[in-house]
Structures are given as C-alpha cells and as structure tokens.
C-alpha cells in the first residue's frame, strides 16, 4: 500500500502527486498542515528528520526526496517506463532529478521572497517569525526562510535563485526539440519539473520565459493533462490563484525584471 504524507500547495508533494497519477496509482493520502507546524511532530521526523513533505511510506519501505519518490515510483509501479532507456538520455534524465535540489530551493526562494512573505508579515510578529524559523531541524534553512520573510526579493538568496533557474529555462528550452523532454509522451524529467515551472507561473512570474519561446506550450501541454488536474490543480485552494498572479505581474515581476535581464 502507498501512504503519502503531503500538503496541498507545496511544489514537492505537487510533483509526486502528478506522478502518481501519470503512473495511475492509488494512494493514502495524509494531507499536513505546514502552517501549523505538523511537520515538527516526532513522529513525522521520525519518518523526515528534515521536517518536509513529501515523505511516501510503500508496504512499510520509507522514502524522502520528491525526485527519488518518483524514480522509485516508476521503477517498482511503472516498470521504468518513465525513465528513458538509451544511456546517455538516462543520464541526462538522472541529472534533472539531481539538480531539482537547486531548484526547488530556486523557487522556495521566490514564493518567500514574493507571494508567501505577506500573510507571514501580515499576521506575526518578528518575535513570533523568529520562533517558527528556529523550529527547523536545519539552522542554515530557517535562517533562509527568516531572511526571505523580512528582505524579500531584497535578499540575497533571490540572485542565487535567479542564476539556477536561468540555467533550468535555458537548458529546458535547448532540450525541448518536441512536446516533452521524455520522447513520445511526458517522461520523468517532465513529470519532476512541471510543478516548479507552473508556480512561477503562478507566482506571475511567467516574464521569465519571455525569451524561451518553448516553456509556454510545454507548460500549456502540462496545464491540460488530467494527471495536472489530479496533481496540482485539485489541491488548490479556491480563490487562492487569480490574487496570486496578480500580485505577481503587477508587483514582484516588476522587481526583478532588470535583474532578471541584466544576467
Ligand atoms: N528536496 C526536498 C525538498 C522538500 C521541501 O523542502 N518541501 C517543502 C515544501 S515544497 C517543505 O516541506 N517545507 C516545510 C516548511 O515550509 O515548513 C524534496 O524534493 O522532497
């Protein structure tokens, strides 16, 4: 049996849950509540001693990591049919799932630095943001977080984020030759990005295509596919996106817009 312990709008558990149903595999779900700090309870850092989601328990076997939970997934559900077979498009697909650590950190940065900062802002006080950060078991993490909260796209880490994802669009773009990365049909490598890029997206910060002429329609390829609508779209929640985009384009694109093209 497949329990998956998760949360609504985080990109990790996003992209798990659209491999899951990509695969077409039933799952437990255990929604968490983040906002309420669930992740910190002993038993879940038993199971994720970094306090994040998403965490999938398979017939008692645990696995962490939202790129390694996928390859497992396919390996032990799908028969690897997500995985290319010839070698060197092996490689470059484990290579994606390596480097999603750079750039789920990328657009962690940039939902704090924009979007999710306000109702922190808007409902904490700077005592109470220092105590909610001081609860990660990694101090290097909760001092990110504390600084993205207080600088927003004036931090530092906004830069550091702005170079990992101009090197995921353009290496995106260079290998996109048709509709997915995968061949014939969406492979693993889509299946691991497709979160990251529709919250930019979300975020409004869809300027960062601009000159990437392939990430809309692959994006808009992904925006239509059912295992989207199981994924991401059915936990989102209603109302939350339109005042999302907005603020994006009308507020923080236009902060890092030079930024963005002066790299
Ligand atoms: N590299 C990890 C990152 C997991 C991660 O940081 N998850 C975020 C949500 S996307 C989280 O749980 N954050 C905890 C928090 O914000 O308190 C993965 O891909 O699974």
């Keep these: 049996m497949l329990t998956l312990l998760h949360a609504p709008t ?4 996003q992209k798990v849950r659209v491999g899951l149903a990509m ?12 906002a309420a700090g669930e992740q910190f309870e ?7 001693p970094d306090a994040v989601v998403p965490t999938l328990v398979d017939d008692g076997l645990v696995v962490v990591e939202s790129s390694l939970i996928l390859e497992h997934l396919d390996e032990r559900h799908n028969a690897g049919r997500l995985m290319p077979k010839e070698p060197a498009e092996r490689l470059q697909a484990k290579h994606w799932l390596l480097r999603c650590l750079q750039i789920h950190a990328a657009i962690n940065t940039l939902s704090f630095a ?19 950060v001081a ?8 001092a990110k977080r504390r600084d993205l909260i207080l600088n927003g796209t004036g931090s530092p880490y906004v830069g550091q984020a ?17 509709d997915w990365l ?7 490598v889509d299946v691991a990005l497709i979160a990251y890029v529709d919250r930019l997206d979300r975020l409004g910060l869809q300027g960062l295509w601009d000159a990437h002429p ?16 199981a994924g991401i779209e059915a936990f989102t929640p209603p109302g939350s996106a339109a005042p999302m985009r907005a603020a994006g384009l009308d507020e923080h694109w236009p902060a890092l817009r030079e930024r963005w093209a002066a790299l």
């Excluded at 985080?10 to 558990?13: A, D, L, Q």
């Excluded at 002993?42 to 994720?48: T, V």
């Excluded at 995968?182 to 492979?187: D, S, V, W």
């Design 135 to 142: 609860r990660f078991p990694d101090p290097v993490m909760g």
């Design 214 to 229: 392939a990430i809309g329609p692959w994006l808009a390829r992904w925006q239509a596919m059912p295992a989207y609508a």
């Design 162 to 178: 702005l170079m990992y994802l101009r090197r995921m669009l353009d290496d995106l773009q260079a290998q996109l030759a048709g």
């Design 182 to 188: 995968g061949g014939q049909g969406a492979g693993i």
């Design 10 to 13: 985080s990109v990790c558990s």
């Design 23 to 34: 695969i077409g595999l039933d799952y437990e779900s255990r929604l968490m509540n983040l």
């Design 114 to 132: 924009t979007a999710y900062r306000l109702p922190i802002l808007a409902s904490k006080t700077p005592a109470e943001i220092d105590a909610s």
């Design 42 to 48: 002993a038993a879940y850092l038993a199971l994720n």
